[in-house]
Antibody
Framework: QVQLVESGGGVVQPGRSLTLSCAAS????????MHWVRQAPGKGLEWVALISYDGSHKYYADSVKGRFTISRDNSKNTLYLQMNSLRAEDTASYYCHLTVTIGAGMDVWGPGTTVTVSS | EIVLTQSPATLSLSLGKRATLSCRASQSVSSSLAWYQQKPGQAPRLLIYDTSNRATGIPARFSGSGSGTDFTLTISSLEPEDFAVYYCQQRFDWVWTFGQGTKVEIK
């Protein structure tokens, strides 16, 4: 069973850092591009970042570029999101996302982890 | 960054009616557009990918069309479980983006 489980959320002061993790299971993690998506309370979905299967390509939303870093450890089947210089507007639930539209396809989301940036 | 604008913000319709949701891109995304449905407290559910391909298990009453900058999600006859928020997402650029969402509510 394909599963994604995020962890690492919490309450953090503005300007501080936090690292989120996403543990993947049930599929060959090292062969797929992975994404982070967030959703602020009561707001819409916001795509945050993607990383290619081997970690060689990384892309970010303008809102987080230069502050957030996506990475992966294929030996541990784990995706990361390092968040620096956090702002109040980064308060959201953060989701790990896998989407594949070739072959049988799959679109999988984790349950999310909540980040609250507040003094 | 490609901006997606969805309209209307809210759509109030009765059961059995046809729903037409629009998504406009700030530049061409070719056919690389997906639609998601989200209900309160739930993860998004992929409905349509590549403009018009239904994802696995999605009922035939959901259909997508368009190309370039203008796209439409149509629900042919609203069922009770279809009342939710719908998001379009472009996957053309390496930097993906979502629209702001359209809420479909019961009239």
């Amino acid at each position: 069973q394909v599963q994604l489980v995020e962890s690492g959320g919490g309450v953090v002061q503005p300007g501080r850092s936090l690292t989120l993790s996403c543990a993947a299971s049930g599929f060959t993690f090292s062969t797929y591009t992975m994404h982070w998506v967030r959703q602020a309370p009561g707001k819409g979905l916001e795509w945050v970042a993607l990383i290619s299967y081997d970690g060689s390509h990384k892309y970010y939303a303008d809102s987080v570029k230069g502050r957030f870093t996506i990475s992966r450890d294929n030996s541990k089947n784990t995706l990361y999101l390092q968040m620096n210089s956090l702002r109040a507007e980064d308060t959201a639930s953060y989701y790990c996302h896998l989407t594949v539209t070739i072959g049988a396809g799959m679109d999988v989301w984790g349950p999310g982890t909540t980040v609250t940036v507040s003094s | 960054e490609i901006v997606l604008t969805q309209s209307p913000a809210t759509l109030s319709l009765s059961l059995g009616k046809r729903a037409t949701l629009s998504c406009r891109a700030s530049q061409s995304v070719s056919s690389s557009l997906a639609w998601y449905q989200q209900k309160p407290g739930q993860a998004p559910r992929l409905l349509i990918y590549d403009t018009s391909n239904r994802a696995t298990g999605i009922p035939a009453r959901f259909s997508g069309s368009g190309s370039g900058t203008d796209f439409t999600l149509t629900i042919s006859s609203l069922e009770p479980e279809d009342f939710a928020v719908y998001y379009c997402q472009q996957r053309f650029d390496w930097v993906w983006t979502f629209g702001q969402g359209t809420k479909v509510e019961i009239k």
